[in-house]
Nanobody, 124 residues
């Protein structure tokens, strides 16, 4: 069993930055895909960024060049550095881990465990 706890959300003005953290508790193993997702009110959840066991990263087009996903394996923590924030980035942000893809992050992979989310609000 893995528990994920997000933190770091808050309210910022457009152009500002935030760094989200996702602390993982429990045995993680070595082959997994971790991702960040977001869901705005009235919208479907969307993938924001993911990182696989080879530290290959991928991003949604809407955040490329602005967001950076990284992980600290020693601390069992996943991060999302968000720069040049826009009002359209406002959403609840969730982290998740998948053990169903052999450590890779194929599009559409199912995630086993999810955090409770952290709110990000960007004002214009």
């Amino acid at each position: 069993q893995v528990q994920l706890v997000e933190s770091g959300g808050g309210s910022v003005q457009a152009g500002g930055s935030l760094r989200l953290s996702c602390a993982a508790y429990g045995y993680m193993g070595s082959s997994y895909c971790m991702g960040w997702f977001r869901q705005a009110p009235g919208k479907e959840r969307e993938g924001v960024a993911a990182i696989d066991s080879d530290t290959y990263t991928m991003y949604a087009d809407s955040v490329k060049g602005r967001f950076t996903i990284s992980q600290d394996n020693a601390k069992n923590t996943l991060y999302l550095q968000m720069n040049s924030l826009k009002p359209e980035d406002t959403a609840m942000y969730y982290c998740a881990v998948s053990y169903l893809s052999g450590g890779y992050c194929p599009v559409g992979v199912e995630y086993n465990y999810w955090g409770q989310g952290t709110q990000v609000t960007v004002s214009s």
